[in-house]
């Protein structure tokens, strides 16, 4: 039995009929960048996941972007994150000219160590960007905590987690701003680039949307050096469609995370841990094993694919080597990236292909 990481082709063979339809419509009237397809994915984005507003951008890299400028960051500023992600998480901290500071993650949720951020705050930090990791929620109070008292703007880094909750409160409306993906491998994703950014303040929001198109409140007026991030009308058409659908999808996914918790069992195996406080959508499935490059050889014998995500954390890239980070510097993140493989979950899989996955994993022998 062959058990792919990932498989984007099923999920688009159930909506295909829809979607074209969609597509149609757009290619006939027209709206082309943002427009109404855009406008009503933004309104169901926001009923759907219980957004007061939401802007549509073309990536979750450009929401990152707008959201450290919201935030002030500039040149001389300090802004805490995690290293245990994707790279475009600490980008807009870079392209404001404001430092990343990585410090460690927690070793049960692999998402920013609310402990490892009391220890970094200096009078120069200005903010917190963190991650809501494979679909985890980080643990927020904890966080905004730390955040009233130094005066913090906390950016939610939502691309792995859509739908995701913490204590009940959607991700990304907790902190100050929330930023969303919507390429085409994350949960909800679009036929190409899209993204979304959300706030709980209405300034902050206004100021984002000012930015996302040119800084242009009116037309050929321009009240500040903005950007073009607006989201395609095609991407909308599409992802009001798949909106629909991704309830469904989360609830799929979360079945078959219980199914590999429930049958993988080996002592050498670290699952991921459950939280009380929150509820993940399980962007992926992560374990630990002190032998994970030879358990990636197994698997793939088997017929399964896994992904090593991530190999190399953000502190140790070239692109940051003048941070000036040392090897051991940042203990959990390195050892959970050397221990770390994904496991395949799409809500495609199907029970028998999730019990293969789960009898090739226990069978792993090594000496
Ligand atoms: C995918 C991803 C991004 C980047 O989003 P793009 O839409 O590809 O720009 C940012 N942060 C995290 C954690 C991601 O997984």
């Given at each position: 039995?062959?058990?792919?990481?990932?498989?984007?082709?099923?999920?688009h063979?159930t909506i295909?009929?829809?979607v074209?339809?969609a597509?149609?419509e757009?290619?006939?009237?027209t709206?082309?960048?943002l427009?109404?397809?855009?406008?009503?994915f933004e309104?169901a984005?926001?009923?759907?996941?219980?957004?007061t507003r939401t802007?549509g951008?073309?990536?979750?890299?450009?929401?990152?972007h707008?959201?450290s400028?919201?935030?002030?960051f500039g040149?001389g500023?300090?802004?805490?994150?995690t290293p245990?992600t994707?790279?475009?998480s600490?980008?807009?901290?870079?392209?404001?000219?404001?430092?990343?500071?990585?410090?460690d993650?927690?070793?049960?949720?692999?998402?920013l160590s609310?402990?490892?951020?009391?220890?970094a705050i200096?009078?120069?930090?200005?903010?917190?960007?963190?991650v809501?990791l494979?679909?985890?929620p980080?643990?927020m109070?904890e966080?905004?905590?730390?955040?009233?008292q130094?005066n913090l703007f906390?950016i939610e880094?939502?691309?792995?987690?859509?739908?995701?909750t913490?204590?009940g409160?959607?991700?990304g409306?907790?902190?100050d701003?929330g930023?969303?993906s919507?390429?085409p491998?994350?949960?909800l994703g679009a036929c190409?680039?899209?993204?979304?950014?959300?706030?709980?303040?209405a300034a902050v929001?206004d100021?984002a949307?000012?930015?996302?198109?040119?800084?242009?409140?009116?037309r050929?007026?321009h009240?500040e050096v903005?950007?073009?991030f607006?989201?395609?009308?095609?991407?909308g058409?599409v992802?009001g469609?798949?909106l629909?659908?991704?309830a469904?999808?989360t609830?799929?996914r979360r079945a078959i995370?219980a199914?590999y918790?429930?049958g993988i069992?080996?002592?050498d195996?670290?699952l991921?841990v459950m939280?009380?406080?929150?509820e993940?959508?399980w962007?992926?499935f992560t374990?630990?094993h002190?032998?994970r490059?030879?358990?990636?050889?197994?698997l793939?014998?088997?017929?399964?694919g896994?992904?090593i995500?991530?190999p190399?954390?953000m502190?140790?890239q070239?692109?940051?080597?003048?941070?000036g980070?040392r090897?051991?510097?940042l203990p959990?993140?390195?050892?959970t990236?050397a221990?770390?493989v994904?496991?395949p979950?799409?809500?495609?899989l199907?029970?028998?292909?999730v019990d293969?996955?789960i009898k090739?994993?226990?069978?792993f022998k090594?000496?």
């Amino acid at each position: 039995m062959k058990v792919p990481f990932l498989d984007l082709k099923p999920q688009h063979q159930t909506i295909r009929a829809e979607v074209l339809a969609a597509l149609a419509e757009t290619y006939d009237h027209t709206r082309f960048c943002l427009g109404r397809d855009v406008e009503d994915f933004e309104k169901a984005f926001s009923a759907a996941l219980g957004h007061t507003r939401t802007l549509g951008m073309n990536s979750g890299t450009s929401s990152l972007h707008i959201a450290s400028i919201c935030g002030g960051f500039g040149p001389g500023d300090e802004v805490i994150t995690t290293p245990f992600t994707f790279a475009s998480s600490c980008w807009g901290i870079s392209y404001v000219g404001a430092k990343p500071v990585f410090v460690d993650i927690d070793p049960d949720t692999w998402c920013l160590s609310p402990e490892a951020i009391a220890r970094a705050i200096t009078p120069k930090t200005k903010g917190v960007v963190l991650v809501h990791l494979f679909g985890q929620p980080a643990r927020m109070d904890e966080i905004m905590a730390l955040a009233k008292q130094h005066n913090l703007f906390v950016i939610e880094d939502c691309a792995q987690a859509v739908g995701a909750t913490y204590k009940g409160a959607p991700v990304g409306s907790i902190g100050d701003c929330g930023t969303f993906s919507f390429y085409p491998t994350k949960n909800l994703g679009a036929c190409g680039e899209g993204g979304a950014f959300v706030s709980k303040h209405a300034a902050v929001m206004d100021k984002a949307q000012l930015l996302r198109v040119h800084g242009s409140p009116k037309r050929y007026q321009h009240t500040e050096v903005g950007f073009n991030f607006r989201m395609d009308g095609f991407q909308g058409a599409v992802l009001g469609i798949k909106l629909r659908n991704l309830a469904k999808w989360t609830a799929r996914r979360r079945a078959i995370a219980a199914r590999y918790r429930a049958g993988i069992k080996r002592p050498d195996v670290q699952l991921p841990v459950m939280l009380a406080y929150g509820e993940s959508v399980w962007h992926q499935f992560t374990l630990l094993h002190p032998k994970r490059d030879a358990l990636r050889v197994h698997l793939e014998k088997a017929g399964v694919g896994t992904e090593i995500i991530y190999p190399g954390p953000m502190h140790q890239q070239l692109c940051y080597a003048a941070l000036g980070y040392r090897p051991g510097s940042l203990p959990v993140t390195e050892s959970t990236s050397a221990r770390c493989v994904s496991l395949p979950i799409f809500p495609e899989l199907t029970d028998a292909q999730v019990d293969h996955v789960i009898k090739a994993v226990n069978a792993f022998k090594f000496p």
